[in-house]
C-alpha cells in the first residue's frame, strides 16, 4: 500500500496572490490628492497656461507707469481707489479685466472631458466623476485664487516703485490690503462660476458669452425690466453680479463726487459685507449644480 500524501504547511511570511476579483479601494483623502494633482498637471502641462500667466505678470507690471497718465503729487491716493486699480478696474469695467483670462483657465478642465469626450478616461485615473469634479473645482478655484494674488502683489510694488521715483505720496497700503483680499476671493469664485456654467451646459463656448455679456448688459437689462414687476422693486441689488461688484468696490470708502461715480458704477445699494456672503452664496449653489450635473449626466465618448 502507498502511503496517503500529505500536504506541506504553508511557508510562514510567504506573499499571498491577492484573488481574483479583488478590487483594491483608494482612501477617499488619497484619490482627491491625487486628483488634484492630476488636475494640476494637465493643467501646467499646457502651453497656453504659461502664455496666459505671462500676460497677466507684463500687465501687472504696467499698474505703476499707468500710474503717470493722471498722477497728481499733490494728493496722496486713497486705498479704495488703489485697491480698484490692483483689482483691474472693476468699477469701470463691471467686472475684473483678469477675468477674462481666467475665464480660459476656468473653462478648460471640465470641458475637455465634457466636450472632448474624455471623461471616462479622467474617471478611470482619479476614481470616479465626483473625486473628479471636487478636484477640479479646487484647483480652479486655488488657480484663480492664485493668479489675482500674484498680479495684486506685482502690481502693488510696481505702483509704490513708481510713486516713490515720482515723488507722489504713498497710499496707506494697510488699507489696501483688504479690498485686494476680497478680490483675489472674487476671482476664486469666478474660477468656480466658469467651471460650473461648462458642467451645466456641456459646452465651452455658450459659457464663455454668457459670462462675458451678462454681467455686463444682461443683468443691467434684467435688473431694469424686474424693476417694473409688482414687489419687485430693488432685486436688482441681489442680483448675481451686482452683490459681486458690491463686494469688489466698497462704495462707503469714496468721498465727494467719487462716491457717486462709485454709487452709480455698482448698481447695488448692499453693503460690502452683505454683498460678499450673497455673492459666496451664489457661487456655492451654482457650484452644487454644476456637481450635480457633472456627476449624473452620462459621458460622451471621444
Not at 483688504?178 to 456654467?197: D, E, H, I, K, Q
Not at 455686463?216 to 452683490?243: I, K, M, Q, S
Not at 462704495?251 to 458704477?265: N, P, Q
Request: glycine residues 10%; contains cysteine.
Amino acid at each position: 500500500m502507498t502511503a496517503p500524501p500529505t500536504h506541506s504547511p504553508p511557508i510562514t511570511g510567504a506573499p499571498t496572490a491577492p484573488s481574483r476579483g479583488t478590487v483594491q479601494v483608494t482612501p477617499a483623502g488619497e484619490a482627491f490628492r491625487n486628483a488634484c494633482n492630476y488636475e494640476w498637471r494637465h493643467l501646467a502641462g499646457l502651453r497656453s497656461t504659461w502664455v496666459l500667466l505671462g500676460v497677466v505678470a507684463a500687465m501687472s507690471l504696467l499698474t505703476g507707469p499707468g500710474l503717470l497718465f493722471d498722477l497728481d503729487k499733490t494728493r496722496k491716493i486713497s486705498a479704495a481707489s488703489m485697491g480698484d486699480l490692483l483689482a483691474w478696474a472693476p468699477m469701470t469695467t463691471q467686472i475684473p479685466m483678469l477675468c477674462f483670462i481666467v475665464l480660459v483657465l476656468g473653462t478648460g478642465p471640465v470641458s475637455t472631458d465634457l466636450v472632448r469626450g474624455a471623461a471616462r478616461t479622467t474617471w478611470l485615473a482619479v476614481n470616479g466623476r465626483r473625486t473628479a469634479y471636487a478636484a477640479k473645482g479646487t484647483v480652479g478655484f486655488l488657480v484663480g485664487a492664485g493668479v489675482a494674488a500674484t498680479s495684486a502683489l506685482v502690481g502693488a510694488v510696481s505702483a509704490a516703485v513708481v510713486l516713490a521715483v515720482s515723488g507722489a505720496p504713498q497710499p496707506t497700503w494697510g488699507a489696501v490690503l483688504v479690498p485686494a483680499l476680497r478680490f483675489v476671493l472674487w476671482m476664486g469664485c469666478w474660477a468656480l462660476l466658469s467651471m460650473t456654467l461648462v458642467a451645466l451646459m456641456r459646452n465651452r463656448i455658450v459659457p464663455v458669452v454668457v459670462l462675458c455679456l451678462w454681467p455686463l448688459l444682461g443683468e443691467r437689462l434684467a435688473g431694469l425690466l424686474l424693476g417694473y414687476v409688482p414687489g419687485l422693486d430693488g432685486v436688482d441689488d441681489w442680483l448675481p453680479f451686482a452683490a459681486g461688484r458690491a463686494m469688489l468696490t466698497d462704495v462707503s470708502a469714496f468721498t465727494g463726487e467719487d462716491r457717486s461715480f462709485a454709487a452709480t458704477m455698482v448698481g447695488s445699494d448692499l453693503s460690502t459685507p452683505v454683498a460678499l456672503a450673497v455673492f459666496l452664496l451664489y457661487t456655492a449653489a451654482l457650484t452644487a449644480a454644476g456637481y450635480w450635473a457633472y456627476s449624473r449626466r452620462e459621458a460622451p465618448t471621444a
